[in-house]
């Protein structure tokens, strides 16, 4: 089994969940005279690809330190959600299922496409990418408890929906936008959608259920869309830890690796080497051809 990459590039860059503490990092010792290179970093847990943990949003809750290696690393899916929910969208259950099948205990990782507008990628706009993106309502947290999902993996700044979280308030005129979409699209108000009864209902109504996320993934997802795969979170192991930066890397065997990398080879690239997923249509019309009816 060979990996590949699902986490962005971490640097004092990468933008932290808003308000929460960005990277720092400096150097508190060098070569000379020191004999060698040595830093310092400053950080918050939500930065870059992270897990969010338990006990983030449940007291009792397991820390990250106490998730069991084969609850972190199992079987599990990539979806392509990008071509069916766009900015401020629902997605579904009936979505996912219409183009994977879900097996009870995968994991799963949603491809929305908004990784295409993380800071490391030629087409950024942190914007987007932290208040516009797709979310859930209660109807798809249910799925994952009746599904049994072990965690959940998603390529923009939130599982939840971002008008479900405090954003709503910090954005006001994002908030106007979202209001006027949901109003077309779905004929309802943010209000009668996300009442106060749903509020950050990802972390609320399933961390309690062991069922928690990882966010802001990225890397080479777009090379395996609508693909089953052995997937891994690596955390640290942080005893009292509620939520924990970590690496996300997909592994296939040797022969869909190879196809896999001459595909990447073909691809328009990040500064770091990433496959700069919006400059390639193709690998979504692949991951489509690839979509069960």
């Not at 060098?30 to 970093?41: D, E, I, V, Y």
């Not at 516009?132 to 072990?150: N, T």
């Not at 923009?156 to 308030?169: E, L």
Request: glycine fraction near 8%; charge should be neutral; aromatic fraction near 8%.
């Amino acid at each position: 089994m060979l990996p590949i990459e699902l986490s962005i590039p971490l640097g004092v860059g990468t933008p932290a969940w808003p308000t929460y503490e960005p990277l720092q990092i400096k150097y508190f010792k060098r070569l000379a005279p020191n004999g060698a290179n040595g830093q310092l970093l400053t950080h918050s847990n939500h930065v870059g690809t992270h897990l969010d943990g338990e006990i983030h949003f449940h007291t009792p809750g397991r820390d990250i330190a106490a998730l069991p290696l084969d609850y972190l690393m199992h079987e599990g899916v990539i979806v392509d959600l990008s071509d069916a929910a766009g900015d401020y969208d629902l997605y579904t259950s009936r979505m996912i299922e219409e183009r994977v099948q879900v097996k009870k205990g995968d994991i799963l990782i949603l491809h929305t496409g908004y990784h295409h507008y993380g800071w490391d990628q030629p087409t950024a706009d942190e914007v987007r990418y932290m208040v516009k993106h797709p979310g859930p309502d209660r109807e798809f947290a249910l799925w994952c408890r009746r599904k049994q999902i072990r965690w959940i993996g998603v390529d923009c700044g939130s599982a939840d929906h971002p008008m479900n979280t405090i954003i709503r308030q910090w954005m006001p005129r994002q908030a106007r936008e979202a209001e006027a979409h949901f109003q077309r699209r779905y004929r309802r108000s943010l209000d009668q959608v996300f009442d106060d009864s749903k509020y950050q209902l990802m972390h609320l109504e399933l961390f309690q259920h062991g069922i928690v996320h990882a966010e802001c993934l990225g890397g080479d997802i777009d090379l395996l869309l609508n693909r089953r795969a052995l997937i891994g979170c690596f955390p640290w192991r942080l005893v009292d830890g509620e939520s924990c930066i970590c690496r996300i890397v997909a592994f296939v065997d040797e022969r869909q690796h190879a196809e896999l990398m001459r595909k990447k080879a073909r691809a328009k690239k990040t500064r770091f080497g990433d496959i700069a997923g919006a400059l390639n249509p193709w690998l979504h019309e692949e991951g489509r051809r690839r979509a069960r009816p």
